[in-house]
């Protein structure tokens, strides 16, 4: 049987262009190396934007819990930026969980979905894409998506990405704690803390409370080729939770749980497409470079391949000339977000975002700003002037000793 799509990978990304394009009628297939349900080493924080625009995930099996406040420490933690809110700032979801919904959505609309099964090959030619599975049986398509996440076979073997492609590493540990201790110690509003380039590492070190779960970890998002031969990511881990213990956030008998670890690409990769292929979330190094997070951009990225597939399909028109139409329209829709906080992130030193946390702290309207952009409500391309013009005003008025 030939499919119309074969889908490497069922992430958000690939869970998502299934459910997309099996809903549009087409044929999908949807194979992951894995069995599901499976975890994936992340955070869990869902920046609300994702259920803006994807509601149908608002339900109790995929929300572990909102958060409503949250705190986030300057590099050198004598600055801290602070929100208490009414309503949620962000979500939290488990992956294992998460993973396995956006599998259902996507088998409930029709695609057929193999897990425990290993793409191994991938083979392009005029008439037909064509993928290898455990080594064995061949599958047909029109089209392939790869979405097999940071490490994509995919990308690596039609040549899109290159064996140097710089990535951030991160590791975590997700812990299982009593609800009434999660309640002590983060309160209902399950309090949110995050440190900012804790280490002078170009990343952060984050504590996302869950419902009954505690995620903690420490990520370099920014490869700082300089400071990634001096810093020991599990050394830095270790003082990030000393510290934590230290300052009373966590308690101190959490019940111990392996370290995992995970990358990210640093940055979108230049081509994205190819023929009768299109790379979706990590594979493409859809990642915000700043807070590391990559849902969203997995899920958009997703939307967006299903609509151009859709079209290139109808038309007969599976050439990487009608599907660079995919790059014209991510880029539009986020690409320009990533590439703006890039180059912020880039250019800002220790002492820039010293600066930034002593202003901001005093400013809660430039707090909510701050908060809303790394927490990922808002875009940064749309807001950027606004925060820009706030920053200045607050400067002003701190050197002026008008603020408290
Ligand atoms: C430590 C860490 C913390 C993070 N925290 C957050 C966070 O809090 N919020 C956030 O928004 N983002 C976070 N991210 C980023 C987020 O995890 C990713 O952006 C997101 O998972 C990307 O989804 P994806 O579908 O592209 O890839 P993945 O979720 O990685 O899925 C790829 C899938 O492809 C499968 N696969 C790979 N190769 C093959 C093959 N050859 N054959 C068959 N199947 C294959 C894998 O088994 C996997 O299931 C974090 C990342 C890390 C590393």
């Given at each position: 049987m030939k499919y119309d799509v074969t889908i490497v990978g069922a992430g958000p990304a690939g869970s998502t262009t299934a459910k997309f394009l099996s809903e549009k009628g087409f044929k999908t297939l949807l194979i992951d190396k894995e069995k599901f349900p499976r975890d994936k080493p992340c955070g869990g924080g869902l920046p609300l934007r994702v259920l803006q625009r994807f509601?149908?995930?608002?339900?109790?099996?995929?929300?572990?819990?909102?958060?409503?406040?949250?705190?986030?420490?300057?590099?050198?933690?004598?600055?801290?930026?602070?929100?208490?809110?009414?309503?949620?700032?962000?979500?939290?979801?488990?992956?294992?969980?998460?993973?396995?919904?956006?599998?259902?959505?996507?088998?409930?609309?029709?695609?057929v979905f193999q897990d425990g099964t290993l793409v191994s090959a991938v083979k392009i030619s005029n008439d037909t894409a064509q993928v290898t599975l455990d080594h064995?049986?061949?599958?047909?398509?029109?089209?392939?998506?790869?979405?097999?996440?940071?490490?994509?076979?995919?990308?690596?073997?039609q040549g899109l990405r290159s064996r140097g492609t710089e990535k951030g590493i991160c590791i975590l540990q997700e812990f299982e704690v009593d609800e009434k201790i999660m309640d002590d110690y983060?309160?209902?509003?399950?309090?949110?803390?995050?440190?900012?380039?804790?280490?002078?590492?170009?990343?952060?070190?984050?504590?996302?409370?869950?419902?009954?779960?505690?995620?903690?970890?420490?990520?370099?998002?920014?490869v700082d080729k300089t400071q990634k031969q001096k810093?020991?990511?599990?050394?830095?881990?270790q003082e990030y939770i000393a510290l934590l213990k230290e300052e009373d956030l966590i308690p101190r008998d959490l019940k111990e749980v392996p370290v995992k670890g995970g990358a990210l690409l640093t940055?979108?990769?230049?081509?994205?497409?190819?023929?009768?292929?299109?790379?979706?979330?990590?594979a493409a190094g859809f990642i915000n470079p700043l807070s590391g997070e990559g849902i969203y951009y997995a899920m958009v990225s997703?939307?967006?391949a299903a609509e151009v597939i859709a079209e290139a399909l109808e038309k007969k028109q599976t050439s990487q000339e009608f599907l660079s139409k995919y790059q014209t329209r991510w880029q539009k829709d986020f690409g320009k977000d990533i590439?703006?906080?890039?180059?912020?992130?880039?250019?800002?030193?220790?002492?820039?975002?010293?600066?930034?946390f002593k202003i901001a702290c005093k400013d809660p309207v430039l707090t909510?700003?701050?908060?809303?952009?790394?927490?990922g409500q808002l875009s940064v391309q749309q807001y950027k002037w606004k925060i820009v013009r706030r920053f200045f005003y607050s400067s002003l008025k701190n050197r002026l000793h008008l603020l408290k």
């Open positions: 509601p149908y995930v608002v339900n109790d099996k995929i929300i572990e819990s909102y958060s409503s406040s949250g705190t986030i420490f300057s590099p050198s933690l004598q600055h801290k930026i602070e929100i208490y809110k009414n309503t949620p700032i962000i979500a939290m979801t488990l992956r294992k969980k998460f993973d396995f919904e956006l599998v259902k959505f996507a088998t409930d609309a029709g695609t064995e049986n061949v599958i047909d398509s029109e089209l392939i998506v790869g979405a097999d996440g940071v490490n994509s076979t995919i990308a690596r073997t983060f309160k209902k509003s399950r309090h949110v803390y995050v440190h900012s380039r804790f280490k002078t590492a170009q990343g952060y070190g984050w504590m996302f409370p869950k419902k009954q779960h505690l995620n903690i970890g420490f990520g370099i998002i920014q810093l020991n990511l599990l050394k830095c881990y940055h979108p990769l230049e081509k994205t497409y190819g023929d009768r292929l299109l790379l979706v979330g990590d997703g939307q967006i590439d703006l906080i890039s180059k912020v992130v880039k250019r800002g030193s220790m002492e820039y975002a010293e600066t930034v909510d700003l701050m908060m809303g952009v790394i927490t």
